[in-house]
């Protein structure tokens, strides 16, 4: 626990089946920037997610990580790039903060956690994508700040977006 910018307690738990409605719902409303999700692949990503958090400010969900390893079931065509280049990885599937806590520091502490996870079980690196079209600037530059470097690219949603392909090394 600590408290973030805005001087509000930040909260860092394990995601419950409770909080699928609100990851839903937030995943939706930002659904430009990330893939769209039901309750079943919800369910199913919840099952094979390393990582599944949840960040709430003074006790109210303001959003939620998805993070993979190496071997999950997950047919994602960015999951799938980095296991066949990477041997040992932590992928950052979504990280997803609400629009009205943005910048806030919430990300900043999801992020320290997953780095934190990662050195803890010897992972090399630390993987993530974020669209270059549409840009996503925001999240460029959020990448950048912790060391993210672009190791390629590639078309996805039937060449409606292009994303970069990005690696932090522990």
Same mark, same amino acid.
């Given at each position: 626990? =600590?408290? *973030?910018?805005? +001087?509000?307690? %930040?909260?860092?738990?394990?995601?419950?089946?409770? &909080?699928? =409605?609100? $990851?839903? /719902?937030?995943? =939706?409303?930002?659904?430009?920037?990330?893939? +769209?999700?039901?309750?079943?692949?919800?369910?199913?990503?919840? &099952?094979? /997610?390393?990582?599944?958090?949840?960040? @709430?400010? &003074?006790?109210?969900? /303001? !959003?939620?990580?998805? !993070?993979?390893?190496?071997?999950?079931?997950?047919? #994602?065509?960015?999951?799938?790039?980095?296991?066949? +280049?990477?041997?040992?990885?932590?992928?950052?599937?979504? $990280?997803?903060?609400?629009?009205?806590?943005?910048?806030?520091?919430?990300? #900043?502490?999801?992020?320290? =956690?997953?780095?934190?996870?990662?050195?803890?079980? *010897?992972?090399?690196? %630390?993987?993530? @994508?974020?669209?270059?079209?549409?840009? *996503?600037?925001? #999240?460029?530059?959020?990448? *950048?700040?912790? !060391?993210?470097?672009?190791?390629?690219?590639?078309?996805?949603?039937?060449?409606?977006? $292009?994303?970069?392909?990005?690696? /932090?090394?522990?």
């Amino acid at each position: 626990m =600590e408290n *973030n910018k805005n +001087h509000k307690k %930040v909260t860092i738990r394990q995601a419950a089946k409770t &909080d699928f =409605e609100d $990851i839903l /719902a937030l995943n =939706e409303e930002l659904a430009q920037y990330l893939s +769209h999700l039901t309750m079943e692949k919800l369910e199913h990503l919840y &099952d094979e /997610a390393a990582m599944k958090l949840v960040v @709430e400010e &003074d006790g109210k969900f /303001a !959003g939620f990580l998805l !993070g993979f390893r190496e071997g999950a079931d997950y047919d #994602s065509v960015n999951y799938t790039w980095f296991e066949s +280049h990477y041997p040992t990885f932590l992928y950052v599937d979504r $990280i997803v903060i609400t629009p009205d806590t943005q910048s806030g520091g919430l990300g #900043s502490a999801l992020y320290r =956690e997953v780095f934190r996870t990662a050195q803890e079980a *010897n992972v090399p690196v %630390v993987t993530a @994508e974020y669209n270059v079209m549409p840009p *996503n600037v925001i #999240s460029e530059k959020f990448h *950048n700040r912790f !060391g993210f470097k672009e190791v390629g690219r590639q078309k996805i949603a039937d060449g409606e977006k $292009i994303v970069s392909l990005q690696v /932090a090394t522990l």
